[in-house]
């Protein structure tokens, strides 16, 4: 199968859980032996060596804004198709990339099903307008949790049958090791409980409320210590919260994490804390599980198809202080109940969230749409 693929990015450094999955799942639909054809800007980086990769470069210097690329994209998208005749149009994006596709069908008479990817809705008057459009003119819409297909379903009143869940998944690279001495060292957290918050400084994230968390945690547990891995809009505010807290001995804040650290960071640390109060699919937490980590997490979103409450770590409230705080004493005072839970946790993620399973799942979804494309297509053709 030849799969047109139009797109914003695949950086090798990506942390962003929508370009993290986009990158893994297209480097494992390669493997499978699917041949993608890329339409990237010029100065976007892809990784190195990726097989059946092939990556055609767009006359443009920069990302376009979403408005524009319904304009500019259909012809290249078709420049694609006149040189190698494709068999599916994907669109990783609904806002960016979906009307383009569609625009480009319409436009060009491509006789080829569209097959959209979507994590999750934020807040936005655009969503029914955009999005909701085009979940709905799209032939399917490959989502990453039941939370995003209900989601899809329920506000913005897609079909249930146009969405098919493929779970996302997780390196191999991810995996438990000892603490490694040279960072545990560098960040001065030698012999400490190190509890980790590790993503983008947003606002849906909700560090906020973990820094109050903490505030209290430490009252009981002054050796428990919390690394906040990552960077964004909020950290010096989040850096004055902490300060005014008299969280300066207790919290660190690393800014930003390369790519080549990111294992290690699980490593150093003895518990996941992750209140988001919206998921798509949540990368981080699966991510740790998959180094042998417990988790704390909140109960909002996808995180709870992740991790099961009571087996691999807690599922609380993202609004309930006490159960964080709770939750956050008993991992820190019970080592043996850190690696049950910890082993459990691992066990879960080669089970259900590795990207062979989900590149699996998404061919098979590729395959039945293109055949029931094929079979409509025959079909017309007979009845003509």
């Known amino acids: 199968m030849r799969v047109c693929t139009p797109h914003c990015g695949l950086d090798p450094e990506a942390r962003l859980g929508g370009e993290v999955y986009e990158r893994e799942v297209l480097r494992a639909l390669a493997d499978r032996g699917m041949a993608l054809e890329l339409l990237l800007a010029r100065h976007k980086r892809v990784p190195d060596g990726v097989r059946n990769w092939t990556v055609h470069r767009l006359p443009i ?17 078709k420049r694609v198709y006149d040189a190698r005749p494709f068999d599916v149009l994907r669109a990783h994006s609904l806002r960016y990339i979906g009307p383009a596709a569609l625009r480009a069908r319409r436009l060009y008479g491509l006789d080829v099903p569209i097959i959209a990817h979507h994590h999750h809705l934020d807040g936005g008057r655009l969503n029914s307008l955009i999005e909701g459009w085009v979940m709905k003119r799209v032939e399917r819409v490959v989502v990453g949790s039941e939370f995003a297909k209900r989601q899809a379903s329920e506000v913005l009143g897609v079909p249930p049958e146009k969405l098919s869940i493929a779970y996302y998944g997780v390196e191999k690279r991810f995996a438990p090791g000892p603490k490694p001495e040279a960072l545990v060292r560098r960040l001065g957290l030698e012999g400490q409980i190190v509890a980790l918050f590790m993503g983008a400084l947003e606002a849906r994230k909700n560090l906020g409320f973990l820094l109050d968390v903490w505030a209290e945690v430490v009252r009981e547990r002054p ?3 919390l690394l906040v891995a990552g960077s964004g809009p909020h950290l010096t505010r989040l850096q004055r919260q902490a ?14 994490l390369p ?7 699980y ?3 003895d518990l996941l804390v992750f209140p988001s109060l919206m998921e798509g699919f949540g990368l981080v937490v699966v991510e740790a599980m998959s180094c042998g980590l417990p988790a704390i997490i909140s109960n909002r979103g996808s995180l709870p198809e992740l991790l099961c409450d009571g087996e691999g770590g807690f599922v609380c409230d993202p609004a309930d ?17 850190r690696r049950k839970l910890g082993s459990a946790n ?9 990207w062979d399973l989900c590149a699996a799942a998404t061919a098979r979804v590729y395959d039945e749409v293109l055949a029931q494309w094929r079979a409509g297509a025959a079909g017309h053709r007979r009845g003509a």
Do not use: N, Y
């Open 61 to 77: 210097g920069r990302g376009l804004r979403w408005p524009v690329a319904a304009l500019v994209l259909p012809r290249f998208i």
């Open 259 to 265: 790519e080549s650290e990111k294992v290690d960071c």
């Open 346 to 354: 691992r066990e879960r993620v080669d089970r259900m969230f590795r």
């Open 321 to 337: 202080r006490g159960a964080f705080v709770r939750s956050v004493l008993r991992l820190a005072s019970e080592p043996d109940l």
């Open 243 to 256: 300060r005014r807290l008299g969280l300066e001995q207790h919290v660190l804040f690393t800014g930003h």
């Open 267 to 269: 490593r150093t640390a």
């Open 223 to 225: 050796d428990v210590r």
